[in-house]
């Protein structure tokens, strides 16, 4: 997703100094489709199907009529390029639970910490904003870095799904992670900065 929007009307729901995380449109979908195909990527999520460019047209229309989802793009403030998305999803209100994804569709905009920016900013909406108590995660026992990005962002382990994954003639097993609002608020809001 590397086509920048740039515009000074772009709709940003949260921001830093060095991104901002945008919703989806659909003028979006020919930047976001090719990235379904990559390699690597497909690798990391586990993805193993393949999608045309109408479902996933169809896909971004009915997540943003979801109530139960939250789908933003994350863009870089200085050229406004869209390097992935951040994703709170099944969004249980009685429970008070989501479930939080991210992708940095851009290899050369990885192990930069853009990742880290945008899972906080939608850790502090689903937990300030939300009022969610808990947001967990899962992520793939293959995908170390990750694992120790979502460590260092407070993620606990709480168990392991074996063989969860068949990708690439082997099962993979799949590693359950949460944070629960306490745990965000006593790491992140120290003297009310959270970044």
């Given at each position: 997703?590397?086509?920048?929007?740039?515009?000074?009307?772009?709709?940003?729901?949260m921001?830093?100094?060095?991104?901002?995380?945008?919703?989806?449109?659909?003028?979006?979908?020919?930047?976001?489709?090719?990235?379904?195909?990559?390699?690597?990527?497909?690798?990391?999520?586990?993805?193993?199907?393949?999608?045309?460019?109408?479902?996933?047209?169809?896909?971004?229309?009915?997540a943003?009529?979801?109530d139960?989802?939250?789908?933003?793009?994350?863009?870089?403030?200085?050229?406004?390029?869209?390097?992935?998305?951040?994703?709170?999803?099944?969004?249980?209100?009685?429970?008070?639970?989501?479930h939080?994804?991210?992708?940095?569709?851009?290899?050369?905009?990885?192990?930069?910490?853009?990742?880290?920016?945008?899972?906080?900013?939608?850790?502090?909406?689903?937990?300030?904003?939300?009022?969610?108590?808990?947001?967990?995660?899962?992520?793939?026992?293959?995908?170390?870095?990750a694992?120790?990005?979502?460590?260092?962002?407070?993620?606990?382990?709480?168990?392991?799904?074996?063989?969860?994954?068949?990708?690439?003639?082997?099962?993979?097993?799949?590693?359950?992670?949460?944070?629960?609002?306490?745990?965000?608020?006593?790491r992140?809001?120290?003297?009310?900065?959270?970044?």
């Amino acid at each position: 997703m590397s086509q920048p929007t740039p515009t000074n009307r772009t709709a940003r729901l949260m921001q830093t100094e060095r991104i901002y995380l945008r919703p989806f449109e659909l003028t979006d979908v020919d930047a976001y489709y090719p990235s379904l195909f990559d390699t690597e990527m497909r690798r990391l999520t586990g993805t193993q199907g393949s999608f045309t460019r109408a479902q996933v047209e169809r896909y971004v229309e009915s997540a943003a009529q979801d109530d139960s989802r939250l789908m933003l793009l994350i863009a870089l403030q200085a050229t406004h390029e869209v390097i992935g998305e951040v994703v709170l999803m099944d969004i249980h209100n009685k429970n008070r639970s989501a479930h939080i994804r991210i992708a940095i569709d851009q290899p050369e905009q990885q192990g930069k910490g853009y990742g880290s920016e945008a899972m906080l900013l939608m850790l502090d909406y689903g937990f300030g904003i939300a009022n969610l108590h808990r947001i967990e995660l899962e992520v793939f026992a293959f995908n170390e870095r990750a694992i120790r990005t979502y460590e260092k962002l407070g993620f606990q382990r709480e168990g392991v799904k074996r063989d969860a994954l068949y990708y690439n003639h082997e099962y993979h097993d799949a590693i359950l992670m949460s944070m629960l609002e306490d745990e965000f608020r006593q790491r992140h809001l120290k003297a009310n900065a959270l970044l």
